[in-house]
Every structure is written in structure tokens, then in C-alpha cells.
């Protein structure tokens, strides 16, 4: 009787592991936002918020904080008085490794984020999309599914960096708004 729950744990152990697998294969890669004069992913938008150059800039730096764990390894431009705030940020890609069943580290993807800002605006930009390796390897050639080299998984690396993009600039969004202080009226 005692190797009944064994047996039953295991099943399902390897049945998870197998839906697991079979999910990770048929992700399909995003459809991008791709930027029509340098055909790199670009994920870019104007955004109305109230505010100065000046306001928008501090919550921008704010949500850095939030956002990044070390803002300041991120910065590559803080530039206030012109609005401006650009850094180099980073994601970590995995893939599942089907023969171990554990998720192996597959590199990491530097990518290019620039806010601007002007009175009740600003704008975000997410762009040049790299792994990062010895020499520049754009994430744009995983789009490509005839390339003798292609690998499914670059499916989803691709699918990890467009939702970790879509995490960012909700978040940013968030973050961006004004915080409303509610009066304590008793």
C-alpha cells in the first residue's frame, strides 16, 4: 500500500513535466512592434500625463528605482533640464532543459530604453535588442524560422523578452501616474 502514493506522486511529477515541455514547444513568437526605417524591435509610444518636463523626469527616475535593482548601473544619460533619461537595461532568457527537466540559463538581452519628456507628455522608447556575448547579436535574427541555424527555442527567448517588455512599460505606466492624496475628513 505504501508504494500506491509513491507511484501516484511520481505520475504526476512526470505528467507536469511533460505539459510543461509540450507548452514551452508550441509557444509562438510574438508579433513585434518593428520599427520601419531600422527594422529592429522598437517598442515606442507618446504617453499624456500631466505634469512639467521637470515632474515627469522625477517619477521617471522614481520608477527606475522601483523597477531596476540597481538604477545607477542602468543610467546612461540623466539629463533633466533637457528632459532626458536613457540607460541600458537587462533580461535574463532561459530554456527548459527537456533531458534534465530543470530551466537552464540561455544568456541575457541587453536592450536600449530612453524616456523624453515635455509638458503633460513623454515618451518611452525600448529598442536595440541584443544577447550579449562577445560580439553584437541582434534578438531580431530568432525571427527568422529559415535560418539553417534556427532553434525553436529562440521561440522563446523571443516570447520572454516581449512579455517582459509588456511587465516594463505597464509598470511604467503605473508608476508614472500622479499619486492621489486622500484628505482624512472625520
Not at 32 to 37: T, Y
Not at 125 to 134: A, C, I, M, R, W
Not at 158 to 176: F, W
Request: hydrophobic share 35%.
Amino acid at each position: 500500500m505504501r508504494q500506491c502514493p509513491i507511484l501516484l506522486s511520481l505520475i504526476c511529477i512526470l505528467l507536469a513535466l511533460d505539459v510543461h515541455v509540450v507548452a514551452q514547444q508550441q509557444v509562438a513568437a510574438p508579433n513585434f512592434p518593428i520599427d520601419p526605417d531600422s527594422k529592429k524591435i522598437m517598442y515606442r509610444a507618446v504617453v499624456e500625463q500631466e505634469g512639467t518636463p521637470a515632474y515627469l523626469y522625477d517619477k521617471a527616475i522614481e520608477w527606475y528605482g522601483y523597477y531596476y535593482l540597481n538604477p545607477q548601473s542602468v543610467y546612461t544619460v540623466q539629463d533633466k533640464v533637457n528632459g532626458k533619461v536613457d540607460g541600458l537595461g537587462r533580461l535574463k532568457i532561459s530554456y527548459m532543459d527537456e533531458k534534465a527537466g530543470v530551466r537552464r540559463d540561455a544568456g541575457l538581452v541587453v536592450y536600449q530604453i530612453k524616456m523624453e519628456f515635455k509638458d503633460n507628455k513623454y515618451r518611452y522608447t525600448l529598442t536595440d535588442f541584443n544577447l550579449k556575448g562577445p560580439s553584437r547579436f541582434p534578438i531580431e535574427k530568432w525571427m527568422n524560422k529559415t535560418d539553417p541555424a534556427y532553434n525553436p527555442n529562440w521561440d522563446v527567448y523571443l516570447y520572454q523578452v516581449d512579455t517582459t517588455m509588456q511587465r516594463l512599460i505597464s509598470s511604467l505606466k503605473e508608476k508614472m501616474k500622479p499619486i492621489v492624496v486622500k484628505k482624512d475628513e472625520w
